[in-house]
């Protein structure tokens, strides 16, 4: 008998007769736990320090990824690139909150729009 979904394991979750398929497409499936703040925050002066630019996100914007990564190294990299890659388009020096929230924010609906146009 298998446990409800919800407190499966992924691996476990991987395993069951619906989604062999999906599984048998997956080569690796590294396991990781959940990643501490602290963690994330030593990876990320890592990195920085490591491409030859420390200074390149402010301490807020080191925090606010670390805050919305979820303890997800995946999520972590992926969202700092995402504002790495802006900045290279926009030319910026230096990344900082503004531009995580230029860069994050959900998009305005057409909805929204026009209930502040009718104002």
């Known amino acids: 008998m298998h446990r409800p979904l919800g407190r499966c394991t992924p691996a476990e979750k991987l395993r069951r007769e619906e989604l ?3 599984g048998s497409r ?11 703040r602290e963690e994330l925050l ?8 490591a491409a030859g630019n420390a200074s390149l996100m402010t301490r807020e914007l080191r925090h606010t990824l ?12 992926s969202m ?5 890659m802006t ?13 995580y929230l230029q860069v994050f ?5 057409q909805r929204s729009r026009r209930a502040a146009g009718a104002r």
Not at 42 to 49: E, N, Q, R, S, T
């Open 105 to 109: 924010a959900p998009p305005e609906t």
């Open 87 to 99: 900045a290279a388009q926009r030319e910026l020096t230096v990344l900082d909150e503004k531009l």
């Open 80 to 84: 700092a690139a995402e504002l790495l």
């Open 66 to 77: 670390c805050d919305h990564a979820a303890g997800n190294y995946r999520i972590f990299i």
């Open 42 to 49: 030593a990876c990320l002066d890592h990195l920085l320090g």
């Open 26 to 36: 997956i080569r690796t499936r590294p396991a990781t736990e959940i990643a501490t």
């Open 20 to 22: 062999i398929p999906l």
